[in-house]
């Protein structure tokens, strides 16, 4: 074989074997619709549906039903609708995770609960977030008599007016066993705020994951 034609043997040949190896490589994405008796799938590096779920149904269903309780019943045994209106300000994550898109799916879902307690409303967010923006003020500035004296005026003015105050807060705990493995408790917690009386009551719901890495550096979970 001369030199010409061993050169153009060896650049066939070195494509032919690159071409190979791209398409050995090429990676597929493919997705399914889970049906309502499919688990959640479970995040293997962060908290998911797995997670968040679970806490809200809990923290939101005890907090309402220990409100509820509270409320006077009917001799018929029901309890009457009494007008209780929320106004809640929002989600703070403290955890130490980035939640992204699942922040505006937490206060969307809890939103949803309240107002299908059929007990309590509920205050639409952007009503809330027109009171917030009139007054310059920021959620935690509500803890503020005069400040919270000031929104409340303010959503009074906007045909808004509410009861109660109620705040969210994720927060989370990690314990590492080694470099590898670690667990990482997840906390959901609301507190409401009577307004005429002051007082709050607070619920929480707790998760606790586990997350492991294999020698090839893939995060497991449990």
Known sequence: ?????????????LFASL???GSGCRSTQHAHVLNETDRDMVGSHTAGAETWEPLIEQSVGQLLGRQSTVMPVAANGEIPYAGKRICFVGVENKSAEEIGDF??????KIDTCITNSEVFDCIHRKYVEAGLRQ???????LFVPAKRRQFVATMEELDQPFDYLLY?????????SNEKNYQRDYLLSLEMIDLQSGRSDKESAE???GYHKSRLGKAKHY
């Open 1 to 13: 074989m001369n030199r010409r034609g061993f050169l153009n043997f060896a650049s066939t040949g």
């Open 19 to 21: 071409t190979g190896f």
């Open 103 to 108: 922040k505006e799916q937490i206060y969307q």
């Open 135 to 141: 007054c310059g003020l920021r959620p935690d500035d």
């Open 168 to 176: 969210a807060t994720i927060t989370s705990g990690t314990t590492k």
């Open 207 to 209: 998760l606790r994951k």
